[in-house]
């Protein structure tokens, strides 16, 4: 019986365990109580998405307790032919007002093409309260 009782054991010890370890890694939706507010911040106002045929559609924000931020949005290309997009079509304003551009990525869209991606921000001390898009 004790034999029988210590294989369950160890056989219940070497399964794997699907428990998030890192808790803080965790993103979770934010709220976007500023997305189409136009918001007067001066600071980095330099900072501004390259203009282009890219149309931000919609997007959420994501967070984790760690800071790292992250955006799940939906692009469309405005033009008949085909376009690249690239962090230079987005940029964050922050909560203390300061704008960052998400970190390098590149995305070709066919004419008319709409996509949904997450682009990553990095870790930030301040959350983002918008993004603003080229269009």
Do not use: W
Not at 112 to 126: A, D, K, N, V, W
């Amino acid at each position: 019986m004790t034999k029988l009782l210590c294989c369950a054991l160890l056989t219940l010890a070497s399964l794997p365990v699907f428990a998030i370890t890192d808790v803080d890694s965790v993103l979770h939706f934010t709220p976007t109580p500023f997305k189409g507010v136009d918001l007067n911040c001066e600071q980095d106002k330099h900072i501004t998405p390259k203009r282009g045929d890219l149309i931000l559609e919609d997007y959420a924000l994501m967070a984790a307790n760690n800071g790292e931020r992250v955006a799940l949005i939906t692009i469309r290309n405005g033009a008949s032919g085909q376009r690249i997009f690239n962090q230079e079509h987005i940029v964050a304003v922050l909560g203390d007002c300061s704008r960052i551009l998400p970190q390098t990525f590149e995305l070709r869209l066919s004419g008319r093409e709409q996509r949904s991606l997450q682009i990553y921000f990095g870790q930030q001390q301040q959350p983002i309260l918008q993004l603003l898009g080229g269009n």
